[in-house]
């Protein structure tokens, strides 16, 4: 009764292995049972184990379960029941073929191959795991109901709640706000943190709620935000790599995110067009810079003829890594060469997903009032025809376009995508469709995000059918598209997210210090249209966020990370902020709007209008922790090191500065009035008395109003938010 049991329990897997069973397998399986038992289970765990299943698994063979010593390793099947001569296994013992096996031992004595053949032949059966109480891995490319329960995959809980104070202080442990800050720092606060400029003399006029409102309204506000998204684009414009070319109608796209902060564009379609803007409207020339975003990536220029089909997969998987980082927070491509170690995303999905972006090039397009027409491909370092009179060309990523070739090794696309073994193009498998991520899908739901393009399009519709999935809430992934977003906008807030990683919502990311806040903002984001603007009211308008930054020993030691929000913790403002405001304070600032950008640092634009070439960074704002714009970068870091001192103390820019910010004292009266304004227009608040006499001193010391104002845009509160 026990034989015919373990045979029952192992009849499925025998059925996937072989699918003819021999007629006699029944005697076979019995006969291959006596034979583990007797003698096969402890050759097999005296040569075989201890690198197979053991104390490792090397290649990814573990024996130790009979359904894993089927399933095979990284190099394939090695083991076919009833077929002992069609068995890896059986060539690398007799050393027939490489690797020999034991690898590092004598080769098995003749009686040892020979029983080892001879249960292989008998269908390999186990009675019970060469390793007490192992079980055997699950299949990774299927996604079970218990992967679906990961925090982040789960639908969004109907949190019932009046306000983001209500559920701080829900988690608060006994502990209440901070008091409000005075409205002269809550006013700095919010126009850097909307803006990233200082308020200018007279800002206080109003209640905080208008000038809140004044703020978004503002153009600058755009310019604030859409720098927090340039990061998570990776957005630069050149094409890295050695030759680093310039792609010198990039810029579209950085305009493009502006525009769209600034017209509180709803983020599912923020989204939807970065994706597929050339799918859902291919005249709209917004549309169309808005996919940008997909070509912002790195790119070779210079490869061989073996290297076209790999570098083709690097492209595409730059596009879903991206799309996956930024949109998802997911670490999506950790699937292109092995199923995800850690969250449910097999290679299989990944390589569907990637399928999306097949036949997805650059191009650059001149895009006219009344229609788009394909401009002349461009090569190496993009010698293009001129621009005719009234079109304006863009770099856009998408299909139908005459593509940017920068190479002369191939064509700028493969027909299909495959299947990888090892992410290896040299190991194709099969063909693979467009399909989307099981832990975020509704099994049997495919069809429906399918977009299917009018006849005689030149677009696939696989992109625009990839955001269809990317922000279906009720059935996709718009659930945790939401959830991202609401913490990348609580992160420039308040310095950390309510998910610390914000571009790592999975396993190895940190889980949520307050999850139902923020699945009620990712709610209250989807009920509001999807739009930016109310929710950034929402959180400024909060208690947490007006509260003051003094400090609490009893809260520090209670909440040492301020994960509960209990407090206000000062920031150190980004590299883009800190020069904009000395511009600004200096009465220099040039508030020129969009168009192609500029690589003098001694230019009165706004910074994020420096053009982002990757091998040559802009000093000042890598000093200032700007990333290197290769990948999706979630959060930037923050250091304290001398080249910033010696940038403020030094540079020629910085003196320009100083000297701007003399010349607007200059008419307030003696210097203890210039002080005054000096304190207003920099830190939006008087001197106190310490600093009154410091300053006084100073300047009677002989040195100039510059020389003193250069000290002030050196201060530690000049690059700090409190």
């Given at each position: 009764m026990h034989r015919i049991l373990v045979f029952l329990l192992l009849f499925p897997a025998l059925l996937a292995a072989a699918p003819t069973l021999p007629d006699d397998h029944a005697q076979r399986m019995e006969r291959g049972l006596k034979s583990f038992q007797g003698e096969v289970a402890g050759l097999l765990k005296e040569h075989c184990l201890r690198c197979h299943g053991g104390e490792k698994v090397k290649s990814g063979l573990d024996m130790a379960t009979r359904e894993d010593l089927l399933r095979g390793g990284a190099h394939g099947t090695v083991v076919v029941p009833f077929d002992a001569a069609g068995s890896v296994l059986v060539e690398q013992i007799n050393h027939a073929k490489e690797p020999h096996m034991p690898d590092d031992r004598p080769k098995l004595a003749a009686e040892v191959i020979a029983k080892i053949t001879a249960w292989i032949n008998d269908g390999a059966p186990y009675a019970e795991p060469l390793v007490a109480g192992k079980k055997p891995k699950r299949d990774a490319s299927v996604v079970?109901?218990?992967?679906?329960?990961?925090?982040?995959?789960?639908?969004?809980?109907?949190?019932?709640?009046?306000?983001?104070?209500?559920?701080?202080?829900?988690?608060?442990?006994?502990?209440?706000?901070?008091?409000?800050?005075?409205?002269?720092?809550?006013?700095?606060?919010?126009?850097?943190?909307?803006?990233?400029?200082?308020?200018?003399?007279?800002?206080?006029?109003?209640?905080?709620?208008?000038?809140?409102?004044?703020?978004?309204?503002?153009?600058?506000?755009?310019?604030?935000?859409?720098?927090?998204?340039?990061?998570?684009?990776?957005?630069?414009?050149?094409?890295?790599?050695?030759?680093?070319?310039?792609?010198?109608?990039?810029?579209?796209?950085?305009?493009?995110?502006?525009?769209?902060?600034?017209?509180?564009?709803?983020?599912?379609?923020?989204?939807?067009?970065?994706?597929?803007?050339?799918?859902?409207e291919p005249k709209n020339p917004l549309a169309l810079a808005a996919t940008g975003f997909l070509g912002a990536g790195v790119f070779p220029s210079q490869i061989t003829a073996n290297e076209v089909e790999r570098t083709r997969y690097d492209a595409m998987d730059d596009m879903l890594s991206t799309t996956g980082g930024a949109m998802l927070g997911l670490t999506v491509g950790c699937a292109r060469c092995h199923d995800h170690k850690f969250d449910p995303l097999p290679m299989r999905d990944y390589y569907q997903m990637l399928s999306t972006f097949t036949t997805t090039t650059r191009s650059n397009v001149d895009v006219w009032p009344d229609r788009v027409t394909a401009?002349?491909?461009?090569?190496?370092?993009?010698?293009?025809?001129?621009?005719?009179?009234?079109?304006?060309?863009?770099?856009?990523?998408?299909?139908?376009?005459?593509?940017?070739?920068?190479?002369?090794?191939?064509?700028?696309?493969?027909?299909?995508?495959?299947?990888?073994?090892?992410?290896?193009?040299?190991?194709?498998?099969?063909?693979?469709?467009?399909?989307?991520?099981?832990?975020?899908?509704?099994?049997?739901?495919?069809?429906?995000?399918?977009?299917?393009?009018?006849?005689?399009?030149?677009?696939?519709?696989?992109?625009?059918?990839?955001?269809n999935w990317i922000t279906d809430v009720d059935h996709g992934a718009g659930a945790l598209l939401a959830r991202v977003i609401v913490n990348r906008l609580w992160q420039h807030?308040?310095?950390?997210?309510?998910?610390?990683?914000?571009?790592?919502?999975?396993?190895?990311?940190?889980?949520?210090?307050?999850?139902?806040?923020?699945?009620?903002?990712?709610?209250?984001?989807?009920?509001?249209?999807?739009?930016?603007?109310?929710?950034?009211?929402?959180?400024?308008?909060?208690?947490?966020?007006?509260?003051?930054?003094?400090?609490?020993?009893?809260?520090?030691?209670?909440?040492?990370?301020?994960?509960?929000?209990?407090?206000?913790?000062?920031?150190?403002?980004?590299?883009?902020?800190?020069?904009?405001?000395?511009?600004?304070?200096?009465?220099?600032?040039?508030?020129?709007?969009?168009?192609?950008?500029?690589?003098?640092?001694?230019?009165?634009?706004?910074?994020?209008?420096?053009?982002?070439?990757?091998?040559?960074?802009?000093?000042?704002?890598v000093a200032f922790d700007l990333p290197e714009p290769l990948v999706s970068q979630g959060s930037r870091p923050t250091t304290t090191v001398a080249p910033q001192a010696l940038i403020l103390m030094n540079s020629p820019q910085a003196r320009s500065w100083a000297e701007g910010l003399a010349k607007r004292i200059a008419s307030a009266g003696d210097v203890k009035q210039q002080i005054l304004r000096a304190y207003t227009i920099c830190f939006h608040r008087a001197p106190k008395a310490d600093e009154l006499a410091q300053g006084l001193a100073f300047m009677q010391s002989g040195a100039t109003a510059a020389d003193y104002c250069q000290v002030l845009l050196s201060l530690n509160e000049m690059v700090y938010v409190n």
């Open positions: 079970t109901n218990e992967d679906r329960q990961w925090w982040s995959f789960l639908p969004l809980k109907k949190v019932k709640a009046k306000s983001i104070d209500e559920l701080l202080l829900k988690q608060a442990k006994g502990m209440t706000f901070n008091p409000p800050a005075d409205k002269a720092t809550l006013v700095r606060r919010l126009y850097l943190d909307l803006t990233g400029l200082p308020p200018p003399e007279g800002a206080d006029a109003g209640d905080l709620n208008e000038i809140t409102d004044k703020l978004l309204a503002s153009p600058h506000y755009g310019e604030r935000w859409a720098r927090h998204w340039l990061d998570v684009a990776r957005f630069a414009e050149s094409t890295g790599f050695e030759q680093d070319y310039d792609r010198p109608f990039a810029f579209h796209y950085r305009d493009f995110v502006i525009k769209a902060m600034n017209q509180d564009m709803p983020y599912d379609q923020f989204v939807k067009w970065q994706l597929a803007g050339d799918e859902y401009a002349v491909t461009t090569v190496a370092k993009d010698k293009s025809t001129p621009l005719q009179a009234g079109a304006t060309r863009m770099m856009i990523c998408g299909e139908g376009y005459d593509p940017i070739v920068m190479h002369t090794q191939g064509g700028p696309f493969f027909d299909k995508t495959y299947f990888l073994k090892r992410g290896s193009t040299d190991m194709k498998d099969s063909e693979a469709q467009q399909g989307f991520m099981q832990a975020l899908s509704v099994p049997g739901d495919a069809k429906r995000w399918l977009w299917q393009p009018p006849a005689g399009a030149k677009f696939s519709g696989r992109r625009r059918t990839l955001s807030h308040f310095g950390t997210g309510i998910v610390a990683t914000p571009n790592d919502f999975g396993k190895t990311g940190t889980p949520p210090t307050q999850p139902e806040l923020l699945d009620w903002l990712a709610g209250r984001l989807i009920a509001n249209g999807w739009q930016l603007k109310p929710l950034h009211r929402l959180i400024v308008n909060s208690q947490a966020y007006r509260q003051s930054t003094q400090r609490s020993a009893e809260k520090e030691a209670a909440d040492p990370a301020n994960a509960l929000c209990m407090r206000r913790v000062p920031q150190r403002l980004e590299a883009e902020a800190i020069r904009d405001s000395m511009l600004a304070v200096s009465g220099t600032l040039d508030e020129t709007m969009f168009g192609p950008g500029t690589r003098d640092e001694n230019s009165k634009r706004r910074s994020i209008y420096f053009t982002i070439k990757r091998s040559l960074l802009m000093g000042s704002m």
